[in-house]
């Protein structure tokens, strides 16, 4: 069951951005594992001897990481003050 906003949803609203950013990381993390076991799946059934696919994993690990890095620690989700025009 997705997770229901119980008020219109902006992006300005600090709990709104987090939840935001917490479902994107999730649907990172779901595409890296579904492309990430289906090369590994072929790489493995047919013997290949793709060189890259290490490099590739290991790479989008680390981007994987720094996203979850940013929405933990790095990201601001504070009242963001109005501004003027």
Known sequence: MPPRWPREPDRKDPAYRKL???MNF?????IFAA?????WFFHNFNSA???WLPWLTALWSVVLLGHLIYISAIADYSQSPPTST
């Open 35 to 39: 492309i990430n076991s289906g090369l």
């Open 20 to 22: 935001d950013d917490r």
């Open 26 to 30: 999730a649907v990172h993390v779901a």
């Open 49 to 51: 001897t793709w060189e």
